[in-house]
Each structure stands twice: as structure tokens, then as C-alpha cells.
């Protein structure tokens, strides 16, 4: 045994030195007898303890371990081999030992690489990216650690598949290891659903920004703060952060860190093409041809905006309409893990429906909703500014406005108002819902449209449930005969309300 309480060799390899320990592996410099060469071997324990789980979590293991070893890129760490050493029972990878230092031991604090080199470096693994999504292998854990880089400037992927091999446990081990890096995971992974090629996008976008500009899109003091904000915030525009970065950066950067899915870059080759785009001194073709739109537009609108300032934690909305997601009462004393799984449980119950493709209940007319009193539309006294009431004639064909509210509920008041106008005034309550962690949760949804005046307008969305209140406003303009959906959530642990146009 060595001093570390580990046997001097599994399998056929033998152990030289441990290189470094994670909660569930160990990563040893090894030797290679039969090839004689030096290589990183880690080791991994088969944690389930029911037999019929661990023989399955190691057959995926193995299996996985094959698939990842078809990866073929002067980007990526190979993997050599993979086993189960007969006398421990050890499950073990052998991956290629790349000399260099891993990325996050050379960032300094509130310190940024120089353009091109961080350019450079995103292209790079971008396109080690794009080599392993076109076999079909998704990283899932793209972050500064994992990225070495060695003494000629190149840097590697390391632990690609070996992400993906310990993801088996997760689903009958602890699930706080679901919870790598929370600065780096995309806004799917941090609410529990499946990565995909987009989530290793979305990753490599963080740690862009942090190369860029020296600071993380989504830092805050706390774990589960961080997962927040992942979640729910768009990250300032780097050259607002770093002033002097070129506008293609914004819309590099605002491309890969797009919360839906299907806004970020259609492949992590179009990421590196900008990457490259960039340093050459053009506009990055994907990124600048992107069309003004949803979550991604609303980044690229606020950021082509000269000297356009966003607080960090805030939504934009394009030019002129934005909306702000406060972070409100957090959980005091909730701290490490529990705080993470708790944060994330919650966020994903509060998705539940469409991650699982299960509706909730529906409503007379189709839409889902859980009301318990009908909708009363009712004007303040005296109108509201810049409004008439919405029984006076208003000259020209009305705008439309549908609202669409889902929350997290179980019972509550929910009042809407436009340009200080009452135009819903109403109970709602949720559906019970499926518990997580002993902790029950409801899921409900409101869905309402009403004619409006034309012209720029203001709405507050005010929502009351036991000893708590939550109200936002968001602004917008209103075309004749148009019709503009208002996106609401209320839901995750901290009960935040988000207003955002669709």
C-alpha cells in the first residue's frame, strides 16, 4: 500500500504519484508497462451498493469509456484504456498525461488574457468541441480546470467522456455531484435535465468571458447564488465589463451564453469560426447575421447600444425595455450542497412540465391554467397615466396583449396593471405536483389577453401568497393590431419574478 492507503498498482499499470482527488476519483501519474510509457490513470470507485446498480453503472462505465476513446484531436486528451482492477473492485481510466498546467492555475484574479490569445484559445477548444459532438459526445463539464495548457500555448480538453462516465453514478450516488463547477454550467444543467452538444457551448461561452474579461458572467458569494444566476441572468456585455473589447466579443459571447438552448450557436465550429473572425479584425459571421430576437437579441440589442449599461443580475429586454430580476430574501444559513440540490430541484420542478413533456391541468379553453376565481377588469379611479380606460374609444385599431403567468404556487392574488390601469385582478392557485426531496410543490399557470391602446406602455405584474409580494414592471411599445406576449415566471427557491416580451 502506498502512503495515500491505495494499492501501488491497478490493473497492469503502476501507480507513480498522485497528480490530484475529487469526491469521488483519484487521478495518479502511472506507468505503462507493456507500452512503456507515462500516463494519467483515474480511478473511480463504484459507489452504488445495491448489486444489480453497480454492475449496470459498470457496464455504462465501460461502455462509455469505449465510446469516448473514438476521439481522434490534437485538442482533446486521449483516452488509452479503461478497466477494473481485479483486486479492489477499482474502476479506472487511462487517459493520455499531457504536460502543461491546467487553465484555472494561470488566471489571475480580476486579470484577462491578452485578445488574441484568449481568442485563440476559445477557437481551439471550440473546435475539440465540434471533433467530439460530430461522434456524438458531449463533455458536460467545460471549465478552466479542465482545460491544460501546455508549454507551447495549446490547450487540451482533458476528462472528455470521463464526464460522462461519472454522470452514471449520479442518478444512485449523492446527487450534490451533479454540481461540478456552478460557474461554468449551462442554465439546463444547473436545473437537472439533460446536457447536450449546446450545454458543452454554453460552458465554453463562461469561460470566454472570464478569459476576456477576468471576471465570471455569473459570480456571486454564494453556491447556490451562482446557480441563480445562471439560471435567471444575463451576463453584462464584456466590453462593458472590460472597456476597449471589440463589439464582436458582445456578440460572441451573447451568442454561447443564450438561456434557451436553440438561441446559442447551432454548432461549437460556428463558435470557433467567430473566434477566429475576430482576431482577423471581421464581424464574426454567425454571431453579427444572427437576427435581433429572443433571449439572444436582447443581449446583441442591449450590447449595440453606445454606452448602454446593464447592471449585472438584470434582464434586457431591447432598447428601452428592460426588466429586473431582484434577488430577494435567499435562504439564510442554507450553505453547500443541500443549498445546490434544493436550488436546483425546485427550479426543475418549476420546468417540470415541459422537461417532461406533462401538462399541467388545462383549462375550459386549452390553455393550462388554475384558477379559482373568474378575472375581474376593473380602472383605477381617474385612469391611469398616459392610458384611458379600456371602455373609452381610442382612436385606431387596439394592440393585443397576452399574458402568460407561470408560477409555483399553491394559492395567491395576482393583479395586473397597465400604465396604473387594473386589467386583472384575480385568485390563483397551483396543481399539486410531484414532491422532491420530501418537499411538496405545486405548478400553475394563468393565461389571459386584453386589447390595449397604442403606444409605449408600462406593465406591473404584482403577485400576493401568504406574508409575501413580489412586483416587477417592464415596458414596451404597442403597435396597432399587434399582439405582444408577456413571458412570466414565479418559481425556484428564492420565488423570483421575471417579466420578459416573447
Do not use: C
Not at 494499492?7 to 503502476?14: D, H, I, N, S, T
Not at 439564510?332 to 399541467?360: I, N, Y
Amino acid at each position: 500500500m502506498t502512503a495515500e492507503g491505495v494499492p501501488r498498482a491497478l490493473g497492469r499499470y503502476e501507480l507513480l504519484q498522485v497528480l490530484g482527488r475529487g469526491t469521488s476519483a483519484v487521478v495518479y501519474k502511472a506507468r505503462d508497462p507493456a507500452l512503456d510509457r507515462t500516463v494519467a490513470l483515474k480511478a473511480v470507485g463504484s459507489a452504488p451498493l445495491v448489486e444489480a446498480e453497480r454492475q449496470a453503472f459498470e457496464d455504462r462505465f465501460l461502455a462509455e469509456a469505449r465510446l469516448a476513446a473514438r476521439l481522434s484531436h490534437p485538442g482533446i486528451a486521449r483516452i488509452h484504456d479503461a478497466g477494473k482492477d481485479g483486486t479492489t473492485g477499482a474502476l479506472f481510466v487511462v487517459l493520455e498525461l499531457v504536460e502543461g498546467r491546467p487553465l484555472a492555475e494561470l488566471l489571475a484574479p480580476g486579470q484577462a488574457m491578452p485578445l488574441d490569445e484568449a481568442l485563440l484559445l476559445t477557437a481551439r477548444v471550440a473546435e475539440a468541441l465540434h471533433h467530439a459532438h460530430a461522434l456524438g459526445l458531449v463533455h458536460r463539464d467545460v471549465r478552466p480546470a479542465n482545460i491544460m495548457v501546455t508549454p507551447s500555448g495549446e490547450p487540451k480538453l482533458t476528462d472528455f467522456g470521463v464526464a460522462r462516465l461519472e454522470s452514471a453514478r449520479i442518478t444512485v450516488t449523492s446527487a450534490r455531484q451533479a454540481f461540478g463547477e456552478p460557474l461554468y454550467m449551462s442554465p439546463e444543467q444547473a436545473v437537472g435535465e439533460r446536457a447536450d452538444a449546446r450545454s458543452d457551448i454554453f460552458s465554453l461561452g463562461a469561460v470566454a468571458y472570464r478569459i476576456l474579461t477576468g471576471r465570471d458572467a455569473f459570480a456571486a458569494d454564494e453556491p447556490f447564488k451562482v446557480l441563480g444566476r445562471v439560471i435567471h441572468d444575463n451576463a453584462l456585455p464584456p466590453s462593458q465589463s472590460t472597456p476597449g473589447l471589440p463589439a464582436g466579443v458582445d456578440q460572441l459571447v451573447a451568442l454561447a451564453l443564450a438561456k434557451p438552448r436553440k438561441d446559442r450557436y447551432a454548432d461549437a465550429g460556428s463558435m470557433a469560426e467567430d473566434a477566429e473572425d475576430i482576431r482577423a479584425g471581421r464581424a464574426p459571421r454567425h454571431a453579427a447575421a444572427r437576427p435581433v430576437g429572443s433571449g439572444t437579441g436582447q443581449f446583441l440589442r442591449d450590447a449595440a447600444l453606445p454606452g448602454a449599461a446593464t447592471a449585472a443580475g438584470a434582464h434586457s429586454v431591447g432598447a428601452g425595455e428592460q426588466t429586473n430580476v431582484h434577488r430577494r430574501s435567499m435562504l439564510r444559513g442554507a450553505v453547500g450542497a443541500a443549498a445546490l440540490m434544493l436550488v436546483a430541484g425546485l427550479e426543475l420542478l418549476r420546468r417540470g412540465s415541459d422537461a417532461r413533456g406533462t401538462p399541467a391541468p388545462a383549462g375550459p379553453s386549452g390553455d393550462r391554467t388554475t384558477t379559482e376565481a373568474p378575472p375581474t377588469s376593473a380602472t383605477d379611479g381617474g385612469g391611469g397615466a398616459g392610458l384611458p380606460s379600456l371602455n373609452d374609444p381610442v382612436p385606431g385599431d387596439p394592440a393585443h396583449l397576452v399574458f402568460d403567468l407561470q408560477h409555483s404556487l399553491r394559492r395567491a392574488t395576482l393583479r395586473v396593471t397597465v400604465d396604473d390601469v387594473t386589467v386583472l385582478d384575480r385568485s390563483v392557485a397551483g396543481a399539486p405536483r410531484r414532491s422532491f426531496l420530501g418537499l411538496k410543490a405545486h405548478q400553475g399557470r394563468v393565461r389571459e389577453s386584453f386589447d390595449v391602446p397604442p403606444g409605449r406602455r408600462r406593465v406591473r405584474v404584482t403577485v400576493r401568497w401568504e406574508d409575501s409580494e413580489r412586483s416587477e414592471s417592464i415596458s414596451g411599445n404597442f403597435r396597432p393590431a399587434t399582439t405582444r406576449t408577456l413571458s412570466v415566471r414565479l418559481g425556484g427557491v428564492l420565488k423570483d419574478l421575471s417579466l420578459e416580451w416573447r
